[in-house]
């Protein structure tokens, strides 16, 4: 991942010419020099970008990225003068707004007309063929993204407004957090501008969405932080767009998808297929899964196969989205008052059922805040049986007016939590839920701080803290130490054999085997994971740590400034801040966090433990794979994927996701996919995981 420009504050845009200021013979060609530095800096950043953010398929590193934002951002704090609103520095910029102004939608922004069963489908298609007198019509079908609508206007290839939906005819002006999605071209070149006959104006449609990742994240921030959660991704993607500071909205990694294309003044002909190739030639994100379906047993196919591979997308969806792919008929079909008649929606069931809350527990977690989760009689909700409902926090039970003995409502999405949607019928004997004043795993005085929803036990050595802090740091996005889960980490910190996630490291065979359910093997299984996570670098060490606010990215950020753990210990506030995303609220929670005597013992310990506290140089210019590019697939004997791709970048190489003619080496593992089969027609260098070591001479 790369960095955002710095959120410091930036240069404002500025109309005067360089001549004005810097008039003059050699001044005006010294000049004229930076002014095409900055220009193509601006455009092989806008490649880049582009590369990253919307085809998911970067071709430098990270930190030659950020080298290329700094000179930039450093040669526009020199010249201001030079400073436009569409270069790639200018995604934050500007002040909090006091309140988002309302815009008037050039036409009007449709909904659509829902469908949620084949009958219904079938009238629709009927309906089509009928209006349209055709046998046969040809549809796209298109995931339902779970976001918001969003449309942008581009002047003259420029990014010019971002407006929600609103009520369909006035929405509200969201532009310079609009500015903030790496996806979403701030300008478009002239080339990309001609593939639509370079319009004045030109409106594109779509949504902007937040994945799940960039949910949790967002969620385990304001947790830290005593603020309410966000229910789900849509809501939390709502809440961002309409930030009244774009700098907040920019820490939100929103994303979006555009699904419709609008030049002013220009009738509609061809196909709606088209108009999303060309969106995506022009740079723009589109959602890949769209498909041409040229029979009505294609759109229940895809209907079928999304249903069951929802789940395995990073982002949300609701259902699929099914148009007529002549635009022609657009015009012929016409709409309804809300809708237009040449599209519909298929809703996918709601996972949603209706069971009574038997109980409403305060779970501790791994900050020591106290969530209120509400146990339910099981109930099946599409396919999975739930017993749970987490109900955030104590203003959520009051939004709600939940009690015990109440039935209600509850939801399930992805992979998150279940959730409590509504009451539906009020107990009438229905008893409140009242926070505990002592922790339930410790005994301790619970404490809610000035200003913030959450509750949080004071005891700094609670178990249920640190077997939730457990969790946290042999989590997969942090030590990755598969197989350490809650019912393992309950034994060995009920049994004493852990206080801290070092003692994870001095674990023996012999005590592994001593617990429940654990065999010879499960042992060694797991002791092997917990001396392979060792290798994991040190940005993952960072993030495993759980200091406040220090998420994966900022985790990475922080390794590549400092580059040891040692020197981040050591660091001043002011040195902080100098990293990359780095506020005075994050350097503070750093530093407590090192001046605690507990959290200095414990790095100590995992220092004995050979963990990796200084950061491998990544991609050297001289290195043994300099210049060659790797594709890994399947699953490596000892190095996870990630040590892998650490290992090639620290010794030059570059790793992408596809192969092709330009790829030098596949690395393959057990279960490998398709690209090891695609390496193999095109001839490509396959090397297994020893290969791999001898190329880099280890
Ligand atoms: S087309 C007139 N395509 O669903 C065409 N909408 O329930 C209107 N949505 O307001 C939109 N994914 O916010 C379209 N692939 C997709 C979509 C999509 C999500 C949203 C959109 C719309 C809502 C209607």
């Not at 001046?595 to 790095?603: G, H």
Request: charged share 30%.
């Amino acid at each position: 991942m790369y960095a955002p420009p710095s959120q410091g504050q930036l240069p404002r845009y500025n109309r005067r010419s360089i001549f004005a200021v810097n008039a003059g013979g050699t001044g005006e060609a010294v000049a004229k020099d930076i002014e095409k530095e900055i220009a193509e800096l601006r455009d092989k950043i806008r490649y880049h970008e582009h590369r990253y953010y919307v085809l998911d398929d970067p071709e430098i590193a990270d930190v030659e990225f950020d080298k290329l934002m700094q000179r930039l951002n450093e040669l526009e704090l020199q010249h201001p003068d030079l400073v436009t609103p569409d270069s790639p520095t200018q995604r934050v910029g500007g002040s909090p707004a006091s309140e988002l102004p309302k815009v008037r939608h050039s036409t009007r922004m449709m909904s659509l007309d829902n469908t949620y069963s084949v009958d219904d489908l079938r009238d629709f298609d009927r309906r089509v063929r009928e209006l349209a007198g055709r046998d046969q019509v040809e549809y796209v079908a298109e995931l339902k993204l779970d976001g918001l609508s969003m449309s942008l206007t581009y002047e003259h290839g420029e990014l010019t407004r971002g407006v929600t939906r609103g009520d369909g005819e006035v929405g509200e002006d969201v532009t310079s957090n609009i500015r903030t999605i790496r996806s979403v071209p701030l300008r478009l070149e002239a080339k990309k501008l001609a593939l639509i006959g370079h319009p004045a104006r030109f409106e594109v449609r779509g949504e902007v969405i937040m994945s799940r990742k960039a949910f949790e994240q967002t969620n385990a921030q304001r947790e830290a932080a005593g603020e309410p959660k966000f229910a789900n991704p849509r809501n939390s993607a709502a809440g961002s767009i309409r930030q009244l500071d774009p700098r907040i909205v920019a820490e939100r990694k929103l994303d979006m998808f555009v699904y419709y294309l609008q030049v002013h003044g220009v009738e509609l002909k061809g196909e709606h297929a088209h108009a999303l190739e060309t969106l995506s030639q022009m740079g723009f994100k589109v959602n890949p899964h769209w498909k041409r379906c040229p029979a009505f047993g294609d759109l229940l196919a895809y209907i079928q196969e999304w249903e069951s591979k929802r789940d395995s997308l990073d982002y949300e969806i609701d259902g699929i989205v099914i148009k007529v792919n002549d635009t022609r008929l657009w015009q012929e079909l016409g709409t309804t008052a809300k809708a237009p008649r040449w599209a519909v929606a298929y809703k996918y069931p709601a996972r949603q059922a209706t069971t009574r809350v038997n109980d409403i527990r305060a779970q501790v977690g791994r900050t020591g805040t106290l969530t209120p989760v509400a146990d339910l009689e099981p109930v099946d909700v599409g396919g999975v049986t739930v017993s749970h409902a987490t109900l955030h926090n104590m203003d959520e039970i009051e939004r709600l007016g939940v009690k015990i003995g109440d039935t209600v409502l509850i939801q399930r999405a992805g992979e998150v939590i279940p959730q409590v949607v509504k009451v539906v019928k009020q107990a009438e004997d229905g008893c409140a839920f009242v926070m505990p004043k002592k922790c339930p795993v410790c005994g301790e005085d619970v404490h809610r701080a000035e200003g913030e929803v959450a509750y949080r036990c004071v005891n700094t050595a609670c178990p249920a803290k640190l077997k939730e802090s457990l969790l946290y740091f042999a989590g997969r996005r942090a030590m990755n130490i598969d197989g350490l889960g809650e019912a393992l980490v309950d034994q060995l910190v009920d049994k004493g054999m852990v206080h801290d996630a070092a003692d994870l490291y001095k674990l023996t065979h012999e005590q592994l085997s001593e617990l429940e359910r654990m065999g010879d093997k499960s042992a060694q299984n797991l002791l092997d994971e917990i001396g392979r996570s060792k290798k994991e670098p040190l940005a993952r060490v960072i993030f495993a740590l759980g200091i406040r606010f220090v998420g994966e990215r900022t985790g990475q950020l922080l390794a590549n400034h400092f580059g040891s753990l040692d020197k981040l210990a050591q660091a001043t506030p002011e040195q902080l801040v100098e990293a990359e995303e780095v506020g005075p609220r994050v350097a503070e929670a750093i530093q407590e966090f090192f001046e605690e005597k507990r959290n200095r013992e414990v790095i100590e310990k995992l220092r004995e433990a050979g963990l990796q506290f200084t950061q491998v140089q990544t991609r050297k210019a001289d290195g043994k794979l300099t210049g060659k590019q790797f594709v890994l697939t399947g699953t490596l004997p000892t190095y996870s994927r990630d040590q892998a791709k650490e290992m090639i970048e620290a010794n030059g190489g570059r790793v992408v996701g596809s192969v092709s003619k330009k790829t030098d080496y596949v690395v393959a593992g057990a279960d490998p996919g398709s690209k090891l089969d695609k390496a193999r027609t095109l001839g490509i260098t396959i090397v297994d995981e020893a290969g791999l070591l001898k190329l880099v001479g280890k």
